[in-house]
């Protein structure tokens, strides 16, 4: 069964700090993984990772993916009170008949002024 | 069990046109989502919707219109179709906000 694991679940740092999310993940057929932010209501996009190895930037995000050890990482670095959300992963899964979105259950993370 | 259905499966519209995407689930699913998906990109949210009659914008909701009369329906709707529209559309249902959500097979629109 396809699942997704995200540590810690919740996170609470001081401004300034910079923070490391983990996602690990077991899919039998694997083609994506996605980042997302949530603050109050549906998530929003952060990144999209198919490449092992391969980096990707946004500002202060940035994310990677070991398709080896099974698992991307999501850093946030210079923290603001902005950042605090809940941090997901989720992978596009092929169901019984179309594609589900598999999500994670989350990392809570508490930026403190 | 159909889960989630969407048509048209692919449409070309011309700049200015207007027209509706159709999805339909029948798992009973009180949320349900549109999301469009450019080339390389991941799904970005334009619209979700927590029940009949209740409807919330997502990230990218400029250019488009959704209504939720019923559980089983949430159709899409792009007034004024511009080239920045062309994508691929996917609509979703799940039970909750965040549990496992349910893709319909996506409509292919090029705006030209």
């Known amino acids: 069964e396809d699942k997704v694991v995200q540590s810690p679940l919740s996170l609470v740092v001081h401004e300034g700090d910079t923070v490391t999310l983990n996602c690990s993940y077991e899919v039998t057929n694997f083609r994506s993984l996605l980042w997302y932010k949530q603050e109050k209501k549906a998530p929003t996009f952060l990144f999209m990772l198919t490449s092992s190895g391969i980096e990707k930037k946004s500002g202060r995000l940035s994310s990677i993916l070991d398709k080896k050890e099974l698992f991307s990482i999501l850093n946030i670095t210079a923290t603001q009170t902005g950042d605090s959300a809940i941090y997901l992963c989720?992978?596009?899964?092929?169901?019984?008949?179309?594609?589900?979105?598999?999500w994670g259950a989350g990392t809570k993370l508490i930026i403190k002024p | 069990n159909a889960g989630v259905t969407q048509t048209p499966k692919f449409r070309i519209l011309k700049i200015g046109q207007s027209m509706t995407l159709q999805c339909t689930q029948d798992?009973?699913?009180?949320?349900m989502y549109w999301y469009r998906q450019d080339p390389g990109m991941g799904l970005k949210l334009i619209y979700y919707s927590v029940g009949a009659g209740i409807t919330d914008k997502g990230e990218v909701p400029n250019g488009y219109n959704v209504s939720r009369s019923t559980t089983e329906d949430f159709p899409l709707r792009l007034e004024l179709a511009a080239p920045s529209q062309t994508s691929v559309y996917f609509c979703?249902?799940?039970?909750?906000?965040?549990?496992?959500?349910?893709f319909g097979p996506g409509t292919r629109l090029l705006v030209l």
């Open positions: 798992m009973n699913h009180n949320y």
């Open positions: 979703a249902s799940s039970y909750a906000l965040r549990e496992t959500q349910y």
């Open positions: 989720a992978f596009p899964s092929r169901g019984d008949s179309n594609y589900q979105l598999i």
